[in-house]
């Protein structure tokens, strides 16, 4: 268990770069991660239990905002915060929505939908799990979305997420703790460094040739940068 504490409690990331990789606005992964204040009024954070003076996202901060990234369309997250403290209180972890567990097995479902009715989560297109007779509680298209990009999972009790894919449109990019520092990677090459050599002039074929990739995997790592940048 310790194996997992350390890797959900791992630095990864500047609250900038987790803005960027969530294609989010600039100052939203503090806000939901360490909360803020506006016009006098103090918003506790999501993630965090409670506010901290770290400059740094850890690796399982920034796996719930990856969940939360996925609800964010004109959705408060003040309305999520009771479902992921009640979460944490009756689990014990820091951070209950990083386990794969959670989504991916029927326990694990069942325990977020009494966290909802638990909260009085009374707004449906928040819910991350709806119950249907007979079939037990069913993951919501959107939260099916976030399960989609889990690209690892620790092997233990819990299953604690270990790596994600960058973006569901190109699942060879990959974000690993463990690799480059988390930074976006196709087989353990950074992404930015592939999409340079080929607006530097490489072909596709030289790529693959230099670092053992198939053409499909430098694609998606030019095609990830340039979607990336574009939503920058």
Not at 86 to 112: I, K, M, N, V
Not at 128 to 138: D, I, R, S, T
Not at 156 to 184: E, F, K, M, N, S
Request: some cysteine.
């Amino acid at each position: 268990m310790s194996g997992t504490v350390s890797l959900l409690e791992r630095p990864v990331y500047g609250y900038a770069e987790t803005d960027r990789l969530l294609r989010v606005s600039p100052g939203t992964a503090q806000r939901w991660i360490n909360g803020y204040k506006r016009a006098g009024v103090v918003y506790p954070p999501v993630v965090r239990e409670r506010p901290s003076d770290s400059r740094w996202v850890t690796w399982g901060e920034f796996v719930e905002a990856r969940l939360l990234a996925e609800f964010r369309q004109g959705i408060p997250m003040v309305k999520l915060r009771p479902v992921v403290e009640w979460l944490r209180d009756y689990t014990g972890q820091a951070y209950p929505l990083s386990y794969s567990r959670t989504f991916l097995e029927q326990d694990g479902r069942d325990l977020l939908l009494r966290a909802q009715v638990e909260t009085d989560l009374d707004t449906q297109e928040l819910w991350m799990v709806f119950p249907v007779v007979g079939q037990g509680a069913l993951m919501t298209a959107t939260t099916r979305r976030f399960t989609g990009v889990i690209h690892a999972s620790v092997d233990d009790d819990h299953g604690a997420i270990a790596a994600l894919r960058a973006d569901a449109g190109t699942p060879d990019v990959v974000l690993d703790p463990h690799v480059r520092q988390g930074q976006p990677s196709v087989g353990n090459i950074p992404t930015e460094r592939l999409a340079e050599l080929v607006c530097a002039g490489d072909s596709i074929e030289a790529v693959v040739d230099g670092y053992g990739l198939t053409e499909e995997q430098v694609e998606r790592a030019v095609t990830y940068e340039a979607t990336r940048r574009g939503a920058a």
